[in-house]
């Protein structure tokens, strides 16, 4: 018997859009997102999935994108954890920055190698600018020490699958069916156990927003199927 793992990257926010480094910035769905979210819906009650628990992170686009999914396929009822450990991956110093802009700055390479790279940090929050950010109700309640300046996929990596071993992978091994609503690289590191790909591979990864990504995995959680709905 398999066992279902579907992970969503939240629907276009309005940073998407506008074409900024987004991060732990706290940004809306635009309209096309929440479309994209209940789409997202429709497809898993379309293929009739069913699911036991939903987890989230702790940022509003992708929290709207769980409770759109839900709700669309019928299952508002599911219990769903939030946790800041499957936050989208912190840009640091880029966070409300043009990317288009950065690149012209910058150069195209090195975004690329920000936006991409497993193991590059890209410039740091100011020490004022991490105070502040630690500050907001959303982050208050976590120790100051686990709010990064920035980070890159391996760091992200490494606050993501504590969460993953811990709560996530428990159930999928009681045989329960999971909804993880995150962001593109908190899912692209998920993947990256998950699929067991390399530091050079992972750069080539992209999670399309508001499309499920079924995996279905066997008694040991090695990947039998993965698909898109």
Known sequence: ??????????????????????????????????EEAK?????????GIKFDYA?????????????????YSDQLFVPVEKSWRLNERHYG???GLNKAETAEKYGDEQVHIWRRSYDTL?????????????????????PK?????????????ERVLPYYFDKIAPQLLEGD????????????????????????DIMDLEIPTGQPLV??????LNVVKKYYL
Not at 39 to 47: F, L, S, V, W
Not at 215 to 220: A, K, Q, R, S
């Open 39 to 47: 789409e997202a819906g429709r497809k898993i009650k379309e293929a």
């Open 93 to 95: 110093a880029l966070q």
């Open 122 to 142: 890209p410039p740091e929050l100011s020490a004022e600018e991490k105070e502040r950010q630690a500050a907001l109700p959303m982050f208050a309640h976590l």
């Open 177 to 200: 069916t999971v909804l993880v609503a995150a962001h593109g690289n908190s899912l692209r590191a998920l993947a990256k156990h998950l699929e067991k790909i390399s530091d050079d």
């Open 55 to 71: 987890h989230t992170s702790i940022l509003k686009r992708a929290i709207k994108t769980c409770n759109f999914a839900l709700e």
């Open 215 to 220: 995996y279905e995995l066997d008694d040991e």
């Open 145 to 157: 020490d686990v709010i990064p300046g920035a980070e890159n996929l391996k760091v992200t990596l």
């Open 1 to 34: 018997m398999t066992k279902k793992l579907v992970l969503v990257r939240h629907g276009q926010s309005e940073w998407n859009l506008a074409n900024k480094f987004t991060g732990w910035v706290d940004v809306n769905l635009s309209d096309k997102g929440v």
